[in-house]
C-alpha cells in the first residue's frame, strides 16, 4: 500500500446528517449463553466511540444488534430518539465495514463502492450521473482517485478496506459501523490506516462505533471508549480517563501493562504485608485492597525509606529499557518492573522500588 497522505483541512463532508444514538438495557442470549447483560449507553452524534474489550466479551454482539442483524433478547435502540429495532436492515441506514468484509471480487471498485446505490429501489435511486459523482468522490475521500477500473485483486489489503469504507460511506449512512476493520493488516498499514480514519470521521462526522481488541488502538481514535468485559461494561470514558483513572482491575490491567499487589489500606495510607508503604490512598476504605502499577511507573531506590523489595526471577530487554520479573514478599507475588539500562543485570539479586504512579482498588 502507498503511504496515506494526510488529509488536507478542507471543506467538510456533508453525508447525512449524524444523530444520537441510546441503546438502553441491552441484553441478548444465545440459547443459554448469555452474550450482553442489560447495556446502557449513550452515544452523541458524530461522536467516534470504541467498543473494546478481550474476545468473547460481546463487542460483535451488541455491533450486531445496532445494525439489525440481530434482535436483543430484551432492551432498546433508539437513532435520533427513534426506536431503531423495529427498522428492517435497511431502513436503518447504517454503513459496515468488517474485519473480513470481502469486495465483491467481479466488480471494480467503482463498481463495488456505487453498490449499494445502485440496488435501492428505482424511486429511491439517484441518476446515474450523480451515481458517478458521489463514488469519483468518495474515492478522493479515501485516497484512491485513478483506481475506479480496478478489480479488488489488484489492490493491496489496506486499499480494500479504504474500498469497503468508500462503500459504506456511499450510502449517506446515519450511523458507521466498523468491526475491526484493521485487524487483518500488518502493524504499519493498520498504524497508518487508524490516523486516516480518525481524519476522514473529523471530516464526514458521523456517529461511529469502532469495534477493536487493542487497547492502542482504542485510545488512539475513540472521542470515548467502552470497555466491555464477560458481556456488560466496565467502564466507559475519554481515553484519558480510562488510561488514567480506571475504575477497576480489569481496566487496569486491560488498557495497558500492568501489575497488581494484595494491599491493606489502613487510614488511607497503604500497607503491603504488615509495613507502610508510603502510598496515599485517599478515599479509599480501610481494609484489603488492590495495588496495581505499570512497569514503566517505578522507580528503582537505594534509600532506607519505605519501599517494595523483591527477588530478582527474570531479566530480559523490554524496549528502550530492561523488564524484571520480581517476587515480593513471603507469597512470592510477581510483579514486572522497568529499569535503566544502565543498571548491570543482576538476577537472582535483590531489588527496591517504588511506584511513582499508581491506583488502589478497594476489594
Ligand atoms: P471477538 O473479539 O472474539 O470477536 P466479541 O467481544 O466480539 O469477541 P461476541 O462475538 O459478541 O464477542 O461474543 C459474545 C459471546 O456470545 C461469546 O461468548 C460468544 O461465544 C457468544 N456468541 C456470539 N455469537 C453467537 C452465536 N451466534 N451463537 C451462540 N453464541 C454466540
Known sequence: MNAITPIEPGASVALGA??????????????????????SLDVKAGELVALLGPSG???????RILAGLDAPTAGRVLFGGE??????????????????????????????????????????????????KRVLHLLDLVQLSGLDKRYPSQLSGGQRQRVALARA????????????????????????????????????????????????EALELADRVVVMSKGRIEQVGTPDEIYDAPASPFVFGFIGESSFLPVTVVDGAVQFDGAP????????????????FRPHDVTIVDDDQPALTGQIVA???????????????????????DMAVEHSRREGGMVAFRPHRWRIFAR
Open 18 to 39: 449524524p444523530i444520537d444514538v441510546t441503546i438502553e438495557n441491552v441484553q441478548k442470549a444465545f440459547g443459554d449463553t448469555p452474550a450482553l447483560h442489560g447495556v
Open 57 to 63: 466479551s460481546g463487542k460483535t454482539t451488541l455491533l
Open 83 to 132: 426506536d431503531a429495532l423495529g427498522l428492517r436492515v435497511q431502513d436503518r441506514n447504517v454503513g459496515f465495514v468488517f474485519q473480513h468484509y470481502a469486495l465483491f471480487r467481479h466488480m471494480t471498485v467503482f463498481d463495488n463502492i456505487a453498490f449499494g446505490l445502485t440496488v435501492r429501489a428505482r424511486g429511491e435511486r439517484p441518476a446515474k450521473a450523480e451515481i458517478r
Open 169 to 216: 460511506l456511499a450510502i449517506e449512512p446515519r450511523v458507521l459501523l466498523l468491526d475491526e476493520p484493521f485487524g487483518a493488516l500488518d502493524a504499519q498499514v493498520r498504524k497508518d490506516l487508524r490516523r486516516w480514519l480518525r481524519e476522514i470521521h473529523d471530516r464526514t462526522g458521523h456517529t461511529t462505533f469502532f469495534v477493536t481488541h487493542d487497547q492502542e
Open 277 to 292: 508503604l508510603d502510598l496515599a490512598a485517599l478515599g479509599t476504605p480501610s481494609g484489603p485492597a488492590t495495588l496495581g
Open 315 to 337: 531479566e530480559r530487554r523490554h524496549g528502550g529499557a530492561r523488564r524484571l520479573d520480581v517476587e515480593v514478599g513471603p507469597e512470592r507475588h510477581r510483579v514486572e518492573i
